[in-house]
């Protein structure tokens, strides 16, 4: 084995160059030398390797990136080798603070050498050389303070987090762990003791620091913390003993020190606590080891503080992150079972009452900072019920209507619903067609729409709400909270929709509750919101957009509802099963579907309904449609006032029902409603006007789809015939020519004959006078006419748009549906359908000279219908007494449309919509009445003088659409000879 001048022999030409000319390129050498060799030759080495080093920080006389890669080497060498030398320790230790004293400034590079160095150097130090450093006779103390003191000057004044981070692990590494040597951490806690309360002020300062963003320093200030006040304030440190002349081991300072301490950790420990809701997991994290340790090493010294501690870890027992939570819960289980009996009742009623008055406070942290108060209260409230669920079976604060009544009292304060929530349209959605209860995946977002809290401006403030309505629900306390939820719906006016919500979130965590009072209180709960209604949105507006757009729906009180027994009859299930078509009238007479929010909300809430039963929406749908029925023809026929949800409910009756199910009740129903027009008031004619458009309209969809599918039936009939068509032709013609044979032997004449001289007399067959009886009208054709014969009455009362415009959509569309019944079509007598028309037209012309834009459009599209049935009855009537006045309105659309002022208006954009549909509707009309030459010639002329050549149009779809664009040959022909005459 070689000796140690042996072993320096290669290290001593650089350490030679070192000590006398230092370099960074000896340096360097050097430092790959030392890579390459074993730890165990460097320790023996230690000294004469480092010595050029420890004489150049005596006096540094060469730049300072020289000074930072001597530090870099030390820092690299202790990396592989223990510290066993003191005085080396000591050197370095006091040429390092004299490299930091001022008036020099220290760069941040400097800052992080020097703390990176000695807190290698005090990991690396052997037990021994840590004794000398802490053993007062060495004098170590005033240069430790003043290394704390650095430390802690940076930690609280450096911009560069890297430097408050080296700093306070320097400081971390200066705490010399109870586990280590006991004679090293005797002479540590000696020392440090007097040196704890400022050390543990700037900490906390550091922690508080709102200008320090970086949450790893914030962090490290609380791990740091919590490593001093467990290693100095320890039980073993402050051993209670009644006769403190008899111990063993005298505690470290007296009692007057120790409460003044206690004082200052519990105050300090209260400002830690709002970190338990920091954003940053790693806080929370460190937080959560420091309060462990104080339990561990400090429980009875840190007495006074015990309650704080149990809030912290009850807080983080509830924290987002899993990992977190659960070694919290596993803390608390440790903590209950290391107490005993008395201790345990002690603390369950400390709980209790923090839980009475946490359930005041909470109403009380509005206003002020009330983001940082509210998640403090609300996760605490949290962790603390969570903690009597778990580890007290017969807590008193389930069963004290006190308490609970304070608590609800607190939730609906703070859980307030702002008076706008924002969903985002797709586009241009319609729900008149109740499409989007089978197919959502066309009409709805695929999530439950969202409230906007006023407080709860966080999705974690909400969920805490929603975690603590669980948790009740889950409990023996439902009863009693359903009970007050429901006086607080019955008694509050202005909160009555916060009541609601936490009603239903607290019968959402009743699921899994098994005591037998849930499913009455559910049942109870059930039957109040079926009295709940929303008579303020009988009006809502869908608003419509080709363009995504934001639309602002309120939440009220009935959707509210809607959504509760949604929830509700999905828990009960089966339970319900007689009065699921009671509460499925509610939710579609009660619901305004006109609104985008409404839609949604009733989609979900049928889904729940449907799930609680196990079926999908249009079987619940078709299994109760006979109810629905009989209670719409009641609805119908005691009509007192208007339900915002009847036209729902026609649609469904009528959009659900079989297709051989007989409406005719419900049609006895609408003649009974028409029959009131004339004697109703003006805002019920207007409802019973469109309820029988409803009606209508659900009666055509209804016809469509039967059509559709008998069409599929021939279809397939078609399909199966397609091979017999040759073997059809075969026998056709074997038939007609045994007919052939039949006739050529009858025209022959007997061999003993059979003429006779009489005359023929008459040769004719006498004509037949009786004319051919008309066919019986169907109970379709029968509705049809009753409502086309009342409603055309209120299209020309001018003084009543919105009585014109209903009256339209039903007329136009009953003529339709009419025209397609038997004997009704085209080249058919018509006896039903002409009259009809006839009857129509005359108030239907008049709409042509009105003012109203929307009335000319929607009078126009009756007049295609009409056209399209009654093409040669209304030929001439439409030359004459259409279209002077519709190329009249063409001519004020266009000035509408041109005018540069107006441009972004709503009328000009509607004018705009409105002229680009009619211009093309004029064409077809042209081409659906076949007019002659002669007819078109001054139709033509008419458009030409009225609107001119170069009419252009911006469309919704094309950026520039023409009017002038013929359908016929005939029409094209002419306006192409007159324009062209025109331009020569």
């Not at 609280?156 to 890297?162: G, H, K, M, N, R």
């Not at 290693?231 to 007296?254: A, G, R, W, Y």
């Not at 409230?381 to 069963?399: A, H, I, P, Q, V």
């Not at 259409?882 to 004018?911: E, G, I, N, W, Y």
């Amino acid at each position: 084995m070689m000796d140690q001048e042996e072993q320096f022999r290669q290290f001593r030409p650089y350490c030679l160059v070192l000590t006398t000319q230092p370099s960074r390129e000896c340096l360097a050498k050097l430092q790959h030398l030392c890579d390459q060799t074993s730890p165990a030759q460097l320790q023996d080495l230690q000294d004469y390797i480092l010595f050029p080093m420890q004489i150049y920080l005596k006096t540094p006389t060469m730049p300072e990136n020289y000074t930072l890669a001597v530090l870099e080497f030390i820092s690299s060498f202790y990396k592989k080798c223990q510290l066993q030398s003191f005085f080396f320790l000591k050197d370095i230790l006091n040429s390092c603070l004299a490299l930091m004293a001022p008036p020099k400034k220290v760069s941040e590079d400097l800052q992080l050498s020097f703390c990176c160095c000695l807190e290698v150097l005090l990991h690396s130090s052997q037990p021994s050389v840590l004794t000398e450093l802490l053993t007062e006779s060495n004098n170590m103390k005033l240069p430790l303070s003043h290394t704390i003191f650095l430390c802690l000057t940076w930690a609280e004044e450096q911009p560069a987090p890297s430097v408050k981070c080296s700093a306070l692990s320097l400081l971390k590494a200066l705490c010399v762990s109870p586990r280590e040597d006991k004679q090293v951490f005797s002479l540590w806690v000696d020392m440090f003791v007097n040196l704890l309360p400022g050390i543990t002020s700037k900490l906390v300062k550091v922690t508080q620091d709102p200008k320090i963003a970086y949450a790893k320093v914030k962090a490290l200030a609380v791990d740091t913390w919590g490593h001093y006040v467990s290693t100095v304030m320890s039980d073993e440190n402050f051993p209670q003993i009644p006769d403190m002349e008899n111990m063993e081991k005298q505690p470290l300072k007296d009692a007057e020190w120790l409460k003044n301490a206690q004082a200052q950790i519990s105050q300090q420990i209260s400002i830690l606590q709002p970190l338990s809701n920091h954003t940053d997991v790693k806080i929370r994290q460190a937080l959560l080891t420091c309060v462990t340790d104080l339990l561990s090493t400090s429980k009875t010294t840190l007495e006074p503080c015990f309650n704080v501690i149990v809030d912290i870890i009850v807080t983080l027992s509830v924290d987002d992150q899993e990992e977190i939570s659960s070694e919290a819960h596993s803390v608390l289980s440790r903590l209950v079972e290391s107490c005993e009996d008395e201790n345990i009742e002690s603390l369950t009623s400390s709980i209790n009452k923090n839980l009475y008055d946490i359930s005041k406070g909470v109403g009380r942290s509005l206003g002020l900072y009330e983001n940082e108060k509210l998640e403090r209260s609300l996760s605490l409230l949290k962790g603390y019920l969570t903690f009597l669920r778990n580890f007290e079976d017969d807590s008193t604060f389930f069963l004290s209507q006190i308490h609970l009544r304070t608590l609800i009292q607190s939730l609906i304060k703070v859980s307030e619903i702002g008076e706008i929530s924002n969903i985002l349209v797709g586009g241009s959605e319609d729900f008149s067609n109740f499409e989007f209860l089978f197919k959502p995946e066309y009409y709805l977002t695929s999530s439950r729409p969202q409230k906007t809290f006023i407080h709860l401006n966080k999705p974690r403030l909400v969920q805490l709400v929603v975690d603590i309505c669980f948790i009740l629900g889950n409990s023996e306390a439902f009863y009693i909270v359903a009970q007050f939820l429901l006086e607080g719906i019955e008694e509050l006016d202005h909160l009555k929709r916060e009541a609601v919500w936490l009603l239903n979130k607290v019968m959402e965590g009743s699921r899994s509750n098994m005591i037998e009072t849930v499913t009455e209180s559910l049942t109870n709960v059930m039957q109040k919101y079926l009295t709940i209604n929303d008579l303020g949105n009988e009006r809502a507006v869908c608003k419509v957009s080709n363009h995504p757009v934001v639309i602002s729906d309120d939440w009220t009180v009935g959707l509210l509802a809607v959504e509760g027994l949604g929830i509700v009859c999905n828990i009960l299930g089966e339970n319900i099963a007689s009065d699921i078509p009671v509460v499925l009238l509610h939710l579609l007479s009660t619901t305004n579907i006109g609104s985008r929010l409404a839609a949604h909300v009733l989609y979900f809430a049928l889904g729940d309904l449907a799930a609680g039963t196990g079926k999908e929406i249009y079987h619940l749908l078709a299994e109760n449609v006979d109810h629905l029925s009989r209670d719409l023809n009641l609805m119908l026929r005691k009509w007192e006032h208007s339900s915002p949800g009847l036209p729902t409910l026609i649609r469904v009756v009528l959009k659900v029902s079989a297709k051989d199910q007989e409406q005719h009740d419900l049609q006895d129903t609408m003649e009974s409603l028409l029959n009131h027009l004339a004697v109703s008031e003006e805002q019920r004619t207007l409802e019973i006007l469109n309820v029988v458009r409803v009606f209508v309209f659900g009666v055509k969809e209804k016809m469509e789809s039967f059509k559709d599918v008998k069409s599929d039936i021939i279809g397939n009939s078609v399909e199966d015939i397609k091979g017999s068509v040759a073997k059809m032709i075969l026998k056709l013609e074997d038939e007609r020519f045994a007919d052939e044979q039949l006739d050529i032997k009858l025209s022959e004449c007997p061999s003993e004959g059979f003429h006779t001289a009489k005359p023929d007399t008459d040769d004719e067959v006498p004509e037949d006078d009786t004319e051919e009886a008309k066919p019986p009208l169907t109970a379709d054709q029968k509705f049809l006419q009753l409502v086309i014969s009342h409603c055309r009455h209120f299209i020309s009362l001018s003084g009543q748009p919105s009585w014109q415009l209903s009256s339209l959509s039903t007329v136009s569309c009953c003529l339709d549906l009419l025209g397609s019944t038997p004997h009704q079509s085209p080249g058919q007598a018509q006896e039903t359908l002409l009259p009809l028309v006839h009857q129509t037209w005359h108030p239907l012309r008049l709409l042509f000279k009105s003012t109203n834009i929307f009335i000319v459009d929607k009078a126009f599209e009756c007049l295609m219908v009409i056209a399209k049935h009654a093409r040669d009855f209304v030929h001439k009537r439409t030359v004459t007494d259409v279209f002077p006045p519709l190329l009249k309105f063409f001519q004020t659309l266009q000035l509408m449309v041109s005018d540069r002022d107006k441009h972004t208006t709503l009328a000009a954009s509607q004018s705009r919509r409105i002229l680009a549909r009619l211009s093309a509707g004029v064409w077809d009309l042209l081409e659906l009445l076949d007019l002659q030459p002669l007819e078109t010639d001054p139709i033509i002329q008419l458009l030409l003088e009225h609107l001119g050549d170069k009419l252009d149009v911006a469309g919704e779809e094309n950026s520039s659409h023409c009017i002038l664009e013929p359908k016929r040959n005939l029409d094209a022909n002419i306006l192409w000879l007159k324009l062209n005459h025109k331009s020569s």
